[in-house]
């Protein structure tokens, strides 16, 4: 029997022959003093088989009763973990609750599992893959609540379940039992350890799992013929290609190694030295964050686009726990070790999970979770939405604003393909002459009626404007998104992609959008519309460290740009600020690239960011020195660049 899996092996409920707290060891009485010792008459026969009798009634009802607690957890987790899906997507206050109190009778399970494993396995019948079940669904919860809080903690917590997992082989019997329902809860774990390893941009595993996972649905498909066959080569499918797009990004070093690339938001003491001293506005946060991605032939994995991906990560703040291209060996703690970052002492529990356990065996994640939440700057609340109908997105629009509060702001971040009117618009009503296309339940056969009905208008947002607003905008129709007025006289900006790209660009339908790559990781962009596809890594560092000097450059000169006081409270949020430096430094590239050569190449803003930051020639001379630095021959410079 393997110990229960935490830092001390707990003692089992002793068997028939073993001694018990209650229970007189065999072979013996006590003896009794009466004045002074008086020695004990040996024990008969008789009374020997008569005490035997009575312990192993006792233990056996000890360990029916062990069971019968068990099944008890066992059946309400999984009456809870059934309840998650009817839980409304929007607003805290409705499940906040049920999440805290599914993590409180999890973490119970758990713990009884593994202190009375012995007794459950001899006299319940418990099988290693439903240990492994249990876990996965913790993980599962943990990936969920991640979603709901953005909290990138509890990413790394459902990480260490999924990865201990697969470490102690759970699952492996699995193959053996024959079971098609059986071989789908192994195949669902691995897509889902798939997803949390995406986006912890865990390299060193994730090559193993397409590799299993592959196997896997090879045997399931081989073995059980089963009616969603294609349903798991579509997985498959996305999970080549969503890799394969990050692929094509990364330069490699001379061996073939990855580079490193920051994707979450790193603090920069330079930009924060530039732009926090500004106390002349009322400083604004950025709290609501809608993420749409309806574009046609997306590159996606599950419901989430690679565009949305890379967003999404930039609304994080980068933190020792997931930085790096693989988990920290210090957060892979033993799974009671995970439980217990759920773990509070009664503050806060409105907004964690409380989980009440006194004893632990290594609570580090725990005090991780309890002495960083003071210094620990929250993340922005995302809402994640694949493919909505308008319907759909309006409720997210007015449930986000809702949520927003004066001193902050909403962010919306819309990739998906243009929708133009075909026909001139007479109406005279201005913002809705096209837009962006949402989703369509019902294939309408008038696709001029479809255009004007299943799309996204900027007149749709105006209402929402009544709050402070940041629209970022990829489409091959962004330019419907100019010039929205400022009707309630509320801080509105929108960064708005080029609406078509040189041929001589490689492909971004294989990559994603090129506008969003640059505010996610200018860098990558850079490499991509250069060509370069391999390159040292002392050389890439001094790159990077170039993107680095540029990036603080454009804050000083923002700081010191004469602009509108409302836009200038935009630069007060780490997060937005940074979009905004990495749209100038998007521009001020792509302009000097020899392929660039019309506005609708480039990306727009408004309002215009001024021309004393978008034609700065500091800034161009460190773009100068990363081109030379990385051979880069496809700008256009006052001096030209030699190949060294």
Known sequence: MEPAPSSTTPQPVPSSGSPTPNAVPLGSIPTNAVGSAVTAEPLQMEDVVSTNAVTAEAIARQNQTVVEEFQYLLEKSQQLFAGLRDLPPTGAKQWQSYFQKTFEVFAKLWRFQQLNRFVLENSYGLKRWEVGEIA???????????????????????????????????????????????????????ARFTVVCLLLNNRDIMASLKEELTDL??????????????????????????????????????????????????????????????????????????????SHNQIKFSELTIDMFRILQSLERETPQIRGSSVDVGAKTSLTSAVSVAVTSGTEASSTPAVKEETMDEPLSGQRRNTDKEKKKPNPHKYLLYRPTLSQLMVYLATAFKEVASDSALLIYLSADGSKRSALDTS???????GILTNSRKDNSDPEQQSISHCLHPGDLLPFTRKPMFLIV????????????????????????????????????????LFTLFLHAPLLAFSFISGISQISPDTWEQCSGLISQAEGKIAE????????????????????RQFMIRFALCHIILKAHVSFTESKHLPMSYPSLPASVL??????????????????TCFEFEEPIVVS
């Not at 005279?428 to 096209?434: R, T």
């Not at 990829?474 to 080029?498: E, G, K």
Request: glycine share 4%; aromatic share 12%.
């Open 217 to 294: 649905v090879n045997e399931y498909i081989t073995v059980y013929r089963p009616p969603d066959a294609s349903d798991w080569q579509l997985v498959l499918q996305e999970v080549t290609s969503f890799t394969n797009a990050e692929k094509k990004l990364y330069p490699v070093t001379q061996t073939g190694s990855f580079l490193p690339v920051a994707r979450r938001l790193q603090t920069s003491k330079a930009i924060s030295a530039a732009l926090d001293k500004d106390t002349s506005t009322t400083k604004l946060k950025l709290q609501e964050a809608i993420l749409v991605g309806n």
């Open 557 to 576: 000169l923002m700081a010191s740009a004469p602009l509108d006081k409302p836009l200038r409270r935009f630069l007060q949020d780490e997060f937005l």
């Open 428 to 434: 005279g009503v201005k913002g809705y002459h096209g």
């Open 474 to 513: 990829d489409s091959n129709n962004s330019v419907a998104f100019a010039d929205m007025p400022r009707v309630f006289n509320h801080p509105f900006m929108s960064l708005l992609s080029p609406t078509e790209y040189p041929a001589s660009i490689p492909d971004t339908t294989q990559v994603g959008g």
């Open 136 to 190: 996965s669904k913790i993980g599962q919860l943990y990936y969920h609540y991640y979603l709901r809080t953005s909290d990138s903690g509890y990413l790394q917590d459902s990480y260490i379940f999924y990865e201990a997992i697969r470490e102690r082989r759970y699952f492996n019997e699995i193959s053996e039992i024959k079971s098609s329902a059986l071989m789908i809860k192994k195949l669902r774990y691995y």
């Open 615 to 632: 034609e700065s020639t500091e800034v161009l001379s460190k773009i100068r020195s990363l081109a030379i630095l990385a051979n880069a």
